[in-house]
């Protein structure tokens, strides 16, 4: 839910009172909830995962789970904290966190923002050039795969199937191995 003021700025998204967090987005700030255990579990694993398979192939990625600011379009209008972006391009970080689009974002929905992240933040994320965008949905089991540089597009996976990046080639996951209670 938009936080109440006519339009905000990057000043407001930097000054926000210490513990509140938000995103900027068209000149507006939205609240974001403290996460679950499932959903934390879920960007833990798929982040460890992933930033190991980077490290076992050489990669020079960086793999950064949220709270992690990322100035989407580089230019101050609008910033987004993804629960899992994956950043290439070394000169795009600084200390405040990426500045323009993550190669590869990863958004664990819940039921307060599923919203955000099937409808806004894809836009967002296809606008600003991230080249694959996950959206893992632990509510319907499944995992929504936006390849945006390949046909098709889009893909769907039960959380019981191997979901490959296109992006890290060779590297797939399976959800339903994380969140099964240990």
């Given at each position: 839910?938009?936080?109440?003021?006519?339009?905000?700025?990057?000043?407001?998204?930097?000054?926000?009172?210490?513990?509140?967090?938000?995103?900027?987005?068209?000149?507006?700030?939205?609240?974001?909830?403290?996460?679950?255990?499932?959903?934390?579990?879920?960007?833990?694993?798929?982040?460890r995962?992933l930033?190991?398979?980077?490290?076992?192939?050489?990669?020079?990625?960086?793999?950064?789970?949220?709270?992690?600011?990322?100035?989407?379009?580089?230019?101050?209008?609008?910033?987004?904290?993804?629960?899992?972006?994956v950043?290439?391009?070394?000169?795009?970080?600084?200390?405040?966190?990426?500045?323009?689009?993550?190669?590869?974002?990863?958004?664990?929905?819940?039921?307060?923002?599923?919203?955000?992240?099937?409808?806004?933040?894809?836009q967002?994320?296809?606008?600003?050039?991230?080249?694959?965008?996950?959206?893992?949905?632990?509510?319907?089991?499944?995992?929504?795969?936006?390849?945006?540089?390949?046909?098709?597009?889009?893909?769907?996976?039960?959380?019981?199937?191997?979901?490959?990046?296109?992006?890290?080639?060779?590297?797939?996951?399976?959800?339903?191995?994380?969140?099964?209670?240990?």
């Open positions: 839910m938009p936080l109440l003021k006519p339009s905000y700025t990057a000043d407001d998204y930097w000054n926000l009172p210490d513990g509140v967090r938000a995103e900027l987005i068209n000149g507006e700030l939205w609240d974001l909830a403290s996460p679950s255990r499932s959903h934390q579990r879920i960007v833990y694993e798929l982040g995962r930033g190991d398979f980077i490290d076992e192939h050489g990669g020079s990625c960086e793999v950064y789970p949220g709270p992690f600011a990322v100035n989407l379009f580089a230019d101050e209008t609008t910033f987004v904290e993804p629960d899992l972006s950043v290439c391009d070394p000169s795009k970080l600084s200390e405040r966190g990426c500045e323009g689009a993550p190669d590869f974002v990863a958004e664990v929905t819940s039921p307060s923002n599923s919203g955000m992240d099937y409808i806004s933040k894809l967002l994320y296809r606008d600003a050039g991230v080249r694959e965008y996950w959206i893992c949905d632990p509510q319907k089991k499944q995992v929504i795969a936006y390849y945006f540089e390949e046909e098709p597009v889009a893909t769907v996976y039960k959380f019981d199937d191997r979901v490959p990046s296109a992006l890290f080639v060779g590297f797939s996951i399976c959800f339903a191995n994380i969140v099964r209670p240990r």
